[in-house]
């Protein structure tokens, strides 16, 4: 299993980007997506997830309301639209696949397939 996120970049204020992560190796229809991020000498944080059969999604509270998750099942790929972004979503996004037939996992443990990470850098 392969997952390649792209989309980072720098932007400033209240800007928007959207992250993709693209996988390869099976079918994701028994597992959950996640997006996590990991800012400069803080921890890895959960971001948000998506159960890829049910299409359920969830969001830590940072970010609810302005980020939001879809998938495109004829690319295989999972999407992390991010609006109104603030200095603090400053980081590098992680996206990370997990078998999970209901639901998803905020835990970063549960996931077993990470992608490589690219940068967001949010200037003020």
């Known amino acids: 299993v392969q997952l390649q996120a792209s989309g980072g970049g720098l932007v400033q204020a209240g800007d928007s980007l959207r992250l993709s992560c693209a996988a390869s190796?099976?079918?994701?229809?028994?597992?959950?997506m996640g997006w996590f991020r990991q800012a400069p000498g803080k921890e890895r944080e959960f971001v948000g997830a998506?159960?890829?059969?049910?299409?359920?999604?969830y969001y830590a509270d940072a970010v609810k309301g302005r980020f939001t998750m879809s998938r495109d099942n004829t690319k295989n790929s999972v999407y992390l639209q991010m609006n109104s972004l603030k200095p603090e979503d400053t980081a590098v996004y992680y996206c990370?696949?997990?078998?999970?037939?209901?639901?998803?996992?905020?835990?970063?443990?549960?996931?077993?397939?990470w992608g490589q990470g690219t940068q967001v850098t949010v200037s003020s």
């Open positions: 990370a696949a997990g078998m999970m037939v209901y639901g998803a996992s905020v835990d970063g443990a549960s996931y077993l397939y």
């Open positions: 190796g099976r079918t994701f229809s028994r597992f959950a």
């Open positions: 998506m159960n890829w059969s049910f299409g359920s999604t």
